[in-house]
């Protein structure tokens, strides 16, 4: 897991919400790609998911209050 890896994954999850798409890291067609040849399990990918969310969930506050 790299800092630049979780740093993207959270701009990918604010862009997501900016175009409406789901809070849920899987259905991001974006963030899958950055999985790709990775084994289930792979201990770089739960950060990443996590990144992803707090991304999409501080754009959505943002934009509301």
Sequence with gaps: ???A???A???LGAIAYANGQ???????SEL???FIGRQVGDKRTI???KAYIQGWT???L???Y
Excluded: G, I
Excluded at 22 to 28: E, F, G, K, Q, R
């Design 1 to 3: 897991m790299t800092k």
């Design 5 to 7: 890896n979780t740093a």
């Design 9 to 11: 994954a959270k701009a």
């Design 22 to 28: 789901p809070s849920a890291p899987a259905l991001n």
């Design 32 to 34: 899958q790609k950055m």
């Design 47 to 49: 950060p990443e998911m």
């Design 58 to 60: 501080a754009a959505n």
């Design 62 to 64: 943002a934009s509301t």
